[in-house]
């Protein structure tokens, strides 16, 4: 990174700072006002959570466990330490180590590869990297232990496969004998595209992830769901891997506060992003992954410098105290890809405000970037 | 577990629910009290640590690095993530498996075997049960990676090494080319028995883990520290272990808070403890180890049934108020071994109060025990 754009960059983050209104997620709560909330919801409990017991961590698992309809559920500090978790339970289930993945899991990209160098297990990718698994995907025999899904798939602008295909998808793998994990980082968003409840979603898998922060505003944490058997032996693996914490309070107090707040946001963002994709897709220069959207997010590509991007929205949150966009998750020479996670900041203006904004904030930029790229 | 004593261990929850002193520790915050207090500590950060980078975070792995004398220090959720973590590291760089432990090592008795399960290590056991590892238990020779030392040693009442003889241990690691590890979960007790500082003394070992939350009242939390390479290289593990969350924010602040209020207060217990252990041990009956005690915290064994004790300790927190004991740690045939960590809490009152309190509750049980056996 050259130096102007660390300068760039830092500009960002003071203007990100001092933004009044976002796009992106949930209106922003300082971190001491969150903790005044959370010493206002422990007041409903006697005690605090220990190593994993107690009514203040149980009742948040029986609450995310009855929402995915599954008979047990344990927290975690993270996915990265739930989902190779439950695939190692699966693989030693199965006795064997292969576990097959989208190019794009996070297990594959952002994970330093613990699901090999630590948990012992080995990545076959399925599937293109730009679109989700297909049952097209799947090989007519394998001798994986498990497949994972990512609903949506979050590197893919959150994209889903067709009710029908996941079916299909889920059909196989009870026929080869291989266990179906989701990775369930953003599985709140599905309901509305699938017309089926998380219970209906997640009755598909034999284990469940989901987060407890991304789209909920928790602090940290997740939750991984499945059967009684499989949660006991969860139990045992997670106190080998160091998540089994004397108290984790805060983490279960913000995702109860998260589950009460932003839950039923989430799904009234897919119909708002439903509204709002076409609406920014009519700015000339830019594109939108998946149009129409499939959940409550989407990616945008710029064909744009990393700089000239960060720039325009920096200078627009400066002048307007208004945040666009977050940085770009992919930069390429032809351009950077953003995400945009929807949720009640975005939903307190209309989709025309929006519109109008981003033409604001990009459209002479993009116009100026075609021109000079058909001279 | 029979009913019967499920039912006392209820009563004995409960009164310690009410109590309203207690020898153990330091005084007892509530749950919301304690985040209203993070809530005003986190008015000094304009923003929270995200994936363990930011003031927030790096302050407090700045603060005990510095504490420890080590040029580097990471946050992490727990002891039992940081300390097989740190022995991977080392035998990844010596290319051997071998870790050499304390029989009554945590990682041997409380981590549900993570070491070998997960982390592929393979534990060699050294010295007695019932004592610290002395030099004269080393071996000739080794091909192990690394020797882990626990200080003080908490399933023994935390006895230490002498000082001399923990040097010639180390100069033994060295001269054989095995990493020193200290298990310093209460490492904060060492430095009065030793007449040394904690730097002079985590100058020993190569890494050191000390945990956030135990003698210092935390929420929960541990920090692993060692040279910047050696810390560089954890950082990769802990995000394949699933340990480098979005957020610590409250754990952090926790830490802090438990530093500055009771850090100092873990060296005074210490001297307190020199004056407490015997009184109490001229009670007739029980038997305290070790006495002298070494650090701040210490062993007592009763020569009757669990139940008998848990009751005595319940029906006296009934009675006056007062907690006297924790649930024992050792239950044999022969009696009970209970812990005592010495901090605030005990401290608030004479040893004398004590050692009365503890008369009026066990003497008369104790001196029926021994009149029983007698006969």
């Excluded at 922003?28 to 605090?48: H, K, M, N, P, V």
């Excluded at 613990?114 to 001798?143: H, V, Y």
């Excluded at 109860?256 to 119909?271: I, K, M, P």
């Amino acid at each position: 990174m050259s130096r102007g754009l660390d300068h760039v960059l830092q500009r960002f983050a003071a203007a990100q700072q001092q933004a009044t209104q976002s796009i992106l997620r949930h209106p922003r709560i300082e971190l001491s006002d969150q903790l005044e909330q959370l010493a206002q919801r422990a007041t409903r409990y006697t005690e605090s959570d220990v190593y994993g017991r107690g009514p203040l961590i149980e009742e948040l698992e029986q609450r995310v466990a009855e929402l995915l309809g599954k008979p047990a559920a344990l927290f975690f500090p993270s996915g990265t330490m739930a989902q190779p978790l439950a695939l190692r339970i699966h693989s030693d289930q199965r006795q064997q180590r292969e576990v097959l993945l989208h190019p794009t899991s996070h297990l594959l990209l952002h994970e330093q590869n613990g699901l090999q160098e630590l948990w012992g297990l080995i990545p076959t990718t399925i599937g293109e990297a730009s679109q989700p698994i297909r049952k097209a995907d799947l090989p007519q025999s394998t001798a994986a232990s498990s497949l994972v899904l990512e609903l949506p798939a979050r590197e893919i602008g959150g994209q889903l496969p067709s009710w029908q295909d996941l079916l299909a998808q889920v059909q196989w793998a009870r026929a080869q004998g291989v266990a179906v994990h989701f990775d369930g980082a953003r599985l709140w968003q599905c309901p509305p595209y699938y017309q089926q409840s998380l219970a209906a979603i997640a009755e598909l898998a034999d284990s469940v992830y989901v987060s407890l922060y991304k789209d909920l505003g928790g602090i940290a944490g997740a939750i991984l769901a499945g059967s009684a058997d499989f949660i006991a032996t969860a139990r045992i693996w997670q106190r080998r891997a160091g998540g089994n914490l004397y108290s984790y309070a805060p983490f279960i107090l913000a995702a109860q506060q998260g589950l009460d707040d932003n839950l039923q946001a989430v799904e009234q963002a897919y119909h708002y992003t439903q509204q709002l994709v076409p609406k920014l897709a009519s700015i000339e220069g830019l594109s939108i992954t998946p149009n129409p959207p499939q959940a409550s997010m989407f990616h945008v590509f710029f064909p744009l410098t990393q700089r000239e991007l960060i720039e325009a929205v920096t200078d627009y949150a400066e002048t307007t105290g208004i945040v666009m966009l977050s940085l770009p998750r992919q930069v390429t020479e032809s351009g950077c890809t953003c995400e945009v996670s929807v949720g009640r900041a975005a939903m307190q203006q209309t989709p025309e405000y929006w519109h109008y904004h981003w033409q604001q904030a990009f459209g002479p930029l993009l116009a100026r970037a075609k021109k000079t790229k058909g001279e």
